[in-house]
């Protein structure tokens, strides 16, 4: 998809006030797990980026504008240099290797590379989908019982990646069984981190730098700890103090502004979620 400058509302600019195509242009939402990764890289960097925030229950990431751009139907996407990367981890590992001399976020050796990604694709294949299912019966759901049924299996067939997830969800939420599934993922993803750290003497899972499997696994964290599963490091202080050193980062506050955790943007889940 061609640039476009965003629409002021005002007159249409002159052909030589066209604002020049930002370096980096980021699709993403608020309270996405996967956009906080890409926020954090790129405010760890350092690099400048025009943010386009999708509203992702109204369909904004289904449009076919966005779809041209990444036709998974999901936030988020970088446009860099007007060329489309998809997909949070391999967008943090492509920022990582432009510029590889600015606040480095992968170890030096091969191997110990080679260690950093397994240690990703676990957390993508572990914690990182686990999250989406007390997330979606949280907080999500309220949305999906308001329509249809005809209309929530419309929603559901429009999405590239997502069709099956919402279908076992359905209108009614996701049954227990899929819940403790869940929150054992979960605990066996805060578990790996626990004894990764600790095998790599810490304080960051690869030892003394944080890296990208640190920002792969911040958001399933920070997200746990906002829906009160803070619980289930209360016996691992490695995690408890990996959580303390990645909020005291510069790049933390910058990527988690207001209106970013799900209790800033559905306040009414701080009592839900304390009434247990
Ligand atoms: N593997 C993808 C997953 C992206 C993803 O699942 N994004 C979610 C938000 S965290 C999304 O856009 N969901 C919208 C939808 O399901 O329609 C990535 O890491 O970028």
Redesign the pocket.
Known sequence: MQYEPPATGLRPPLRDETPPMPEFVLYN?PQ????QRVRFVLNAKGLPFEEHKLD?FAGD??KPDYLAINP?????ALVHEGVPI????VIIEYLDELKPDVAPLRPKGLKDIAAMRSLMRFI?EVPTPAIRVPSYNLAFLPHFQKMTEAEFQALADS?P??REFLLTMGRTGFPQAEMDGAMGRLARGVARMDETIRASGGPWLMGGGITLADVAVMPVIVRMDDINLATMWDDKPAVARWFELIRAEPAYQPTYYPGSLLTEKYPHLREQLKAG
């Open positions: 939402a996405s797990t996967c956009s992702l990431q289904l998974n139907g999901v936030v988020p998809i997909d949070s981890a993508d999405k990646l997502r």
